[in-house]
């Protein structure tokens, strides 16, 4: 069953038993209050034995009473949390899935619809219940001077029961929630809610240090406690030396930096999994690239590591990439075509247009769900295990080992990188000046090799100076994005080839079954054509990329 989503914004407030509830009508842009009846909710929240879903700031809880009573998974987001709702009936609150732990010979209680986007956290892990929760609410909906309601007041008093740990607490809390009528702006919202944490603070209360309710009944009163309670609790969470707890610089020690690098790049390929699974626009790409990226990390920077366990990652990797690959391929398929058909205008068939495009897709449906199949597989979830523990505990050589600051260590992987990349292109640039047939299988080989060349230049590249581990300043950002501009050359180059493979095989499919085929033509004409110009670029984005080297 579809869930409903939406961005939930709140702030909580300690308050004891004797507090009056806050005035709210001299709170600028409040002009009226609207009082509800009291409502009990009795809510279960869920997590693994290792608090996975504790460590990651995500909420799995089952809740009965009130007018969102239903499933609900909470995480951390830019501004407040998303908060995923599904009704109570949901596959009739029965999970069977690969993700609710029956590998071990367990059911979960969790429905697979909603173990769904949090597959690649939970993995095969049984969900059990973490704790109880039960809250008698006094609401009061606050009123802009349009009788919008831009807030809820929540009067909470709270008993909840620590399953695992066997301890019972109570407590009285305000939650002041946004809805729908609050302002449009971040910063409208942001003082609309000081403005009414005024008249909260004016009574006997206090901003909350407790994220959620959930916290305060395992007995965590912070956002730091709560990830200290998860990482308590599970033996593969992350290990960060004291070195690496430092802000890191060009002086830091290459393999803090490099295995703060994965950290990121795990957790953006984590990200992208609930929406390759959900078939978001473009995230089986993403999720493609950032497997390729981690690859490339580990490939360029593998000095800093023992062979054995990253030699193992990478080819795990690129197995999760060959089968994303093949949905991706399909799904570029079908948008070219599509796109070269309308293109096309009035030359362009519906017999065509069936075969290239509808036909395409069919296949994207296929290799999605062969994609999905994988992604709910025991392996996919070991791939996880082992980089989740890679990270913990990096298996450093000895070179690793002796704490080389990333500036030396990078300039020589980028030295190294850029040899790499030079050898393949003159390989490549042979088998072109020998004349070679456009789509001649040696040929295409070298070129697709120089591309990878590139990329893995361009990635050990930006691991260093983009984001949060941008240690290393713009001659390295200059030297990624020139090896992305040889890439993305070789790479339009690379697409026309197997798109004028793909038309030929279809072309001759066509001609079969009686289909006039000069659409094929056509296409395959404009695809050479812009295919030879993409490599007739590759040459110049070279150039510029050794020129940019020259400053290293």
Known sequence: MSHTSQVEIERKYD????????????????????VDEAVKLEAVYYDTEGLDLLRRRIIVRRREGGGDEGWHIKRPAREGRTELHWPLE????????????????????????????????????????????????????????????????????????DVRGGVVRAWREWEVELLAGAPDTEAERTALLDAIEVAVLAEDARVSASPAKIARAL???????????????????????????????????????????LRGYIAELERLDPLARADEPDAVHRMRAAARRIRSVLSAYGCLFTEQPAGQLRQQLRELG???????????????????????????????????????????????????????????YRLFDALDAFVADPPLSEAGKKGKPIKAVASAVIAAELKRLRQRAGAAAFAVASGASSVEAPREDKLHETRKA??????????VSAGETAVLGKKYRHIAEGAERVQDALGDHHDSVLFVEHLLRTSHEAHAAGENTFVYGALSARAEHRGAAALDSSPKALKRLDKRAESL
């Open 219 to 261: 007995g965590v009163e912070s956002v730091e406690g709560m990830l200290r309670a998860g990482k308590a609790a599970s033996a593969g969470s992350p290990k960060k030396t004291s070195s690496s707890e430092q802000p890191l610089t060009s002086k830091s020690s290459a393999a803090d930096v490099i295995v703060q690098v």
């Open 454 to 463: 590139a990329r893995r230049l361009r990635f050990a590249a930006e691991a």
């Open 322 to 380: 060959g089968v994303l690959g093949v949905a991706r391929d399909a799904e570029v398929r079908a948008q070219r075509a599509d796109d070269e058909l309308d293109e096309l205008g009035h030359r362009a068939d519906d017999a065509a247009r069936r075969r290239l495009v509808e036909g395409s897709l069919e296949q994207y449906r296929q290799a999605h769900a062969a994609a999905l199949r994988l992604l709910s597989s025991a392996t996919y």
């Open 15 to 34: 308050v004891g038993d004797e507090a009056l509830d806050p005035t709210f009508t001299a709170v600028e842009g409040i002009e009226g209050v609207v």
């Open 90 to 161: 949901t596959a009739s609150d029965v999970s069977t899935g690969a993700g609710s732990g029956q590998a071990s010979g367990l059911v979960s209680p969790v429905p697979d619809a909603v173990l769904e986007p949090v597959r690649v956290v939970v993995r095969d892990r049984p969900l059990t219940p973490l704790a109880r929760i039960s809250t008698t609410r006094r609401a009061t909906h606050l009123l802009n001077d349009r009788g919008q309601a831009v807030a809820e007041f929540a009067d909470d008093s709270v008993t909840a029961s």
